[in-house]
Nanobody, 124 residues
Framework: QVQLQESGGGLVQAGGSLKLSCAAS???????????MGWFRQAAGKEREFVAA????????SYAPFVEGRFTISRDNAKITVYLQMNSLQPEDTAVYYC??????????????WGQGTQVTVSS
C-alpha cells in the first residue's frame, strides 16, 4: 500500500494561486506500487469530483473541464511527489483536495490510494 501526504493548502483571495504537493511513501519501490496519480476535491455539501491526473512518465494528463487552463498537474518521480499548481482561483474552488494514486490510466476514476486531504479556501 502507498501512503499519500498532501500539503500546501490554505486561504487565498480570489484570483490568487496555490501549489499543492503530495508525497508518497510506503510501497513505492517499483512502478507497480505507483501508477497514475491525481487529485480529487470535495466541497462542503457536494459530491467528490475529479480534478486532474498524470501518468507515470508525466507525458499524459487529464483535467476536469472546470480547471482546464487554470490548474497544472506535474510529478517528480525521484521525489515520488505530485503537484497541483492552481492559478486564478475562485471561491467555487474552495474544497478539501485529495491526492490519489494507483489508477491504470488518466481516464480512469478508480484509485487504490487516497490521502487525508488538504483544505483550500478561496475568499471573494
Amino acid at each position: 500500500q502507498v501512503q499519500l501526504q498532501e500539503s500546501g493548502g490554505g486561504l487565498v483571495q480570489a484570483g490568487g494561486s496555490l501549489k499543492l504537493s503530495c508525497a508518497a511513501s510506503g510501497r513505492t519501490f517499483s512502478p507497480y506500487g505507483m501508477g497514475v496519480m491525481g487529485w480529487f476535491r470535495q466541497a462542503a455539501g457536494k459530491e467528490r469530483e475529479f480534478v486532474a491526473a498524470i501518468n507515470w512518465s508525466g507525458d499524459s494528463t487529464s483535467y476536469a473541464p472546470f480547471v482546464e487552463g487554470r490548474f497544472t498537474i506535474s510529478r517528480d518521480n525521484a521525489k515520488i511527489t505530485v503537484y497541483l499548481q492552481m492559478n486564478s482561483l475562485q471561491p467555487e474552488d474552495t474544497a478539501v483536495y485529495y491526492c490519489v494514486n494507483g489508477a491504470r490510466s488518466v481516464k480512469s476514476r478508480q484509485y487504490a490510494d487516497w490521502g487525508q486531504g488538504t483544505q483550500v479556501t478561496v475568499s471573494s
